[in-house]
């Protein structure tokens, strides 16, 4: 990674050099995600390398990071956020890729840390979530799909958590939502797990949630 920019640039140099930077020579944040401190779910897992982006998509999420933490101008960041997911849409990115979902999940925060809505970042992920299972209950059953619907599934786990702690917020403080998103992962965690405990991992399923993930979720 560059060393950080100098600080005794002027703003609209530090615009025109950040806008420079390629995918090959920036990295934001490591496509890690824990449950076992779930307030790091957008720390841990927002957006990886750019490298893993088709150009059209890497130049808006440039532009939408810029926006968000450097020249903060929220019009601007959740403009190019949204150009970023539809330049995905038409070059045909996977939208249950882990860089779509980084993408999703950095909007949620920047409602949340940024412009503190979480109102708004409960939105953004509660979208996310019912479209994902919406694709589990359509797509998850075949064969082909087992992959796929590990991770979704896990995601949906995640995304509930992060949902449960937002709702439960000084904020929003609806205990009711809360305890239903959080009663979701788990009972949702627990079965899957025992599931597999019971029929055995099936072909091209992959891993389910980590002992650490799983705990994390039960404390």
């Not at 150009?55 to 970023?84: C, G, H, M, T």
């Not at 929003?172 to 998103?181: F, K, Q, V, Y």
């Not at 991992?201 to 002992?211: H, K, L």
Request: hydrophobic content about 40%.
């Amino acid at each position: 990674m560059n060393p950080p920019l100098s600080s005794s640039l002027g703003l609209a140099t530090l615009r025109q050099e950040f806008m420079k930077l390629t995918p090959r020579t920036t990295s934001i944040i490591s496509a890690v995600f824990g449950l076992v401190y779930v307030n790091y779910l957008y720390q841990s897992y927002i957006i990886g390398e750019f490298a893993a982006y088709p150009e059209a998509v890497a130049r808006k999420l440039r532009r939408a990071l810029f926006y968000s933490n450097y020249d903060i101008q929220p019009e601007n960041a959740l403009k190019y956020y949204k150009q970023a997911l539809v330049a995905a849409e038409e070059v045909g990115m996977d939208p249950f890729s882990d860089e779509i979902f980084g993408v999703k999940f950095q909007m949620a925060s920047f409602f949340e840390k940024q412009m503190h809505q979480p109102r708004m970042a409960i939105e953004v992920l509660e979208r996310v979530r019912q479209s994902c299972l919406d694709w589990e209950k359509e797509k998850g059953g075949q064969e082909e799909n087992r992959g796929q619907r590990t991770k979704v599934l896990g995601q949906c786990v995640r995304m509930s958590v992060k949902l449960g702690e937002l709702y439960a917020g000084p904020e929003i403080m609806e205990s009711e939502h809360a305890e239903e998103s959080l009663v979701w992962a788990v009972t949702t965690l627990l079965k899957e797990q025992a599931r597999r405990e019971r029929e055995g991992v099936q072909e091209g399923e992959g891993e389910w949630m980590t002992v650490e993930e799983i705990g994390g979720a039960l404390e």
